[in-house]
């Protein structure tokens, strides 16, 4: 990131981006995509939304989410 702080960017910018979704995941494309990205960020989309604007966010970032969601923090939302 260069000192830079990014937090989203245009799907032109990915387009060796190398997406992958939750095998979970629904056969119509309702689901988050997520790629990592060679300057450590993870960027994250809208499967449905392909050509729209992915967020970014540092590797850091996601561990912490991805560990609050195996400890159910976020259940609540599927309710």
């Given at each position: ?43 994250v989309r809208n499967s ?11 590797r850091a970032e996601m ?17």
């Amino acid at each position: 990131m260069h000192g830079e702080l990014r937090t989203s960017t245009s799907a032109a910018l990915l387009s060796d981006a190398q997406w992958r979704r939750s095998r979970h995941s629904g056969a119509i494309g309702n689901c988050v995509e997520v790629a990592a990205l060679d300057e450590g960020e993870v960027a994250v989309r809208n499967s449905r939304d392909p050509q729209g604007p992915a967020l970014l966010y540092t590797r850091a970032e996601m561990a912490a989410f991805v560990a609050g969601a195996k400890d159910g923090e976020f259940d609540d939302f599927l309710r």
